[in-house]
């Protein structure tokens, strides 16, 4: 069965960096675009990033441009998410989630298949 498995949360000061791995199973990654959405306590589900399944082009939420980077290893089944220059606003649990349903890479309906989130925490 298709599973999405995150890994790499945790708590950093800010400034800090993280990585998350996203390791897929049940599936040929090489064919999906891979999407990392977050969400904090009291807000709603809010798209990161996602990477395309072809060339690789990638997508960021303006809040994170500049500062993470998404990248896939079709080889290893995995999509990473590295995130440095944490802020206490980037403080959520983090999905990664495939691409199913249509080209809205920033509307989570467009997914079908998530993972179970991984925490980071970003404090003082």
């Known amino acids: 069965q298709v599973q999405l498995v995150e890994s790499g949360g945790g708590s950093v000061q800010p400034g800090g960096s993280l990585r998350l791995s996203c390791a897929a199973s049940?599936?040929?990654?090489?064919?999906?675009?891979i999407g990392w959405f977050r969400q904090a306590p009291g807000k709603e589900r809010e798209a990161v990033s996602c990477?395309?399944?072809?060339?690789?082009?990638?997508y960021y939420a303006d809040s994170v441009k500049g500062r993470f980077t998404i990248s896939r290893d079709n080889a290893e089944n995995t999509v990473y998410l590295q995130m440095n220059s944490l802020k206490p606003e980037d403080t959520a649990v983090y999905y990664c989630?495939?691409?199913?349903?249509?080209?809205?890479?920033?509307?989570?309906?467009?997914?079908?298949?998530w993972g179970q989130g991984t925490q980071v925490t970003v404090s003082s």
């Open positions: 990477i395309t399944a072809d060339v690789g082009v990638t």
């Open positions: 049940g599936f040929t990654l090489k064919y999906y675009a």
């Open positions: 989630a495939r691409l199913t349903y249509g080209p809205n890479w920033d509307d989570w309906r467009d997914y079908d298949h």
